[in-house]
């Protein structure tokens, strides 16, 4: 089906806005017709870089009737904020990962789409990548048989390297709580659990434990406070039943274990990094010794962010739910914040959240062309 174009903004005109202006130029579902930022000349750079119609400042895009959805790529301690804003413009909105730092700002958003009838969504998008249909098509075919369980591994860094004294990047993450939006495990978290939940479902109870390895990390050439835990250990029981470890850590030399792997009764899937849309998957079934390398036959294996609006606004368009929604956002942002929370108050804790696992990808899609 052949639909007309969406007219998208941005909000936030940072570093990762030139990824999603590059991919906009590709996809056939929305055109960006405005960027903003509170730094007007910030906006007017990325406009000039990429041949966007408006520059304006972050009023005059709410209050622009051309746009109909935002995408929100703002510094993640103002994505509560910035998010509700544009719903009660009345405008759809894309949120960059995490949805929200806090559990309540996260919450607001769904609420309130919920009352003025708009749709939110969430980042990240890899889940939309070759690597990861094929994944979830091995899961889906029975090739695995009942998911048992799964590994998941968030280190920082796949080489060694000493800590913290060279670790400026990550620090920045680790030393304010706001500041940093929530830790490294709200900044990089999102993407290995919209990854699992994509593969086996939405998580029913949580539990861990939270250590912060270093009580100061350089960053910016100061000795500053760290603020949040580095070093999370959490077990998830899903919904359908499968149990997993998920390690979310800024304190360990790269370790060589695989990112994500997803056990079921007959066999054995190794992942990709979620990080990355393609990637060679292996399968272990019962009767091999070796892992074997599975055929992926999905497009999207390159940088394909911003295929999540394009579903988004596709799916608006369609009348049928978007595939990187925001129940699933939210899900992941009160899983994260219910396994910190299990850890301080030493317990089990089910959660309130959950979500659809997102509908798969047809086979063969060629990149930038979600029409239907
Ligand atoms: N940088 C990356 O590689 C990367 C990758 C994936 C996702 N993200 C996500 O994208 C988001 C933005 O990241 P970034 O690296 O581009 O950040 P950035 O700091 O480079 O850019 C953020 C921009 O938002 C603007 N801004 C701040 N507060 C604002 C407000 N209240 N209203 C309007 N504009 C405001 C800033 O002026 C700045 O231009 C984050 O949520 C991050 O998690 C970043």
């Known amino acids: ?88 413009a009345g ?55 009942d998911p048992v369980g799964a590994f998941i591994n968030l280190h920082a860094r796949a080489t060694p390297r000493p800590r913290p004294q060279d670790d400026g990047y990550l620090s920045f993450y680790l030393t304010d709580f706001l500041e940093y939006g929530g830790g490294w495990a709200f900044d990089r978290g999102p993407y290995y659990l919209n990854a699992t939940i994509n593969l086996i479902g939405p998580i029913r109870r949580v539990t861990g434990s939270a250590r912060a390895t270093w009580k100061e990390r350089e960053h910016g050439g100061q000795l500053r406070q760290v603020n949040a835990p580095s070093h999370v250990a959490g077990l998830l029981d899903f919904a359908d039943g499968a149990v997993a470890q998920f390690l979310m850590t800024a304190d360990v030399y790269g370790t060589g274990l695989p990112h ?64 990187a929604s925001g129940e699933m956002a939210y899900h992941v942002v009160d899983t994260i914040t219910a396994i910190h929370e299990a850890s301080a108050e030493n317990r089990h804790i089910t959660l309130q959240s959950t979500c659809q696992r997102p509908a798969p990808l047809p086979l063969g899609l060629a990149d930038w062309t979600i029409d239907d």
């Open 260 to 323: 994500i792997e997803i056990y079921g009764s007959t066999g054995s899937l190794r992942c990709i990094d979620p990080n990355n849309f393609g990637g060679q998957l292996y399968l272990r079934k019962a009767d091999s010794p070796e892992l074997v390398p599975v055929e992926n036959q999905f497009g999207y294996n390159g940088n394909s962010r911003g295929v999540g609006v394009a579903d988004m606004v596709t799916a608006i368009r369609c009348g049928r739910p978007h595939r």
């Open 1 to 88: 089906m052949s639909i007309t174009p969406a007219k998208v903004g941005i909000i936030g005109c940072g570093t990762i806005s030139a990824a999603y202006l590059k991919n906009s130029k590709q996809f056939t579902a929305f055109d960006v017709v405005a960027v903003a930022d509170t730094r007007l000349e910030a906006a007017k750079a990325r406009a000039d870089e990429f041949d966007v119609p408006k520059a304006l400042g972050v009023e005059e895009i709410l209050a622009d009737p051309e746009v109909e959805l935002i995408i929100n790529l703002t510094p993640h301690r103002v994505h509560g904020k910035v998010g509700l804003a544009v719903l009660e």
């Open 91 to 145: 405008k759809h909105v894309y949120n960059e990962k995490p949805l929200a730092v806090m559990r309540d700002d996260a919450r607001a958003l769904i609420d309130t789409a919920a009352r003025k009838g708009l749709r939110v969504g969430g980042a990240p998008d890899t889940f939309f990548g070759g690597a990861w249909q094929t994944a979830r098509k091995v899961i889906d075919d029975g090739l695995i048989g």
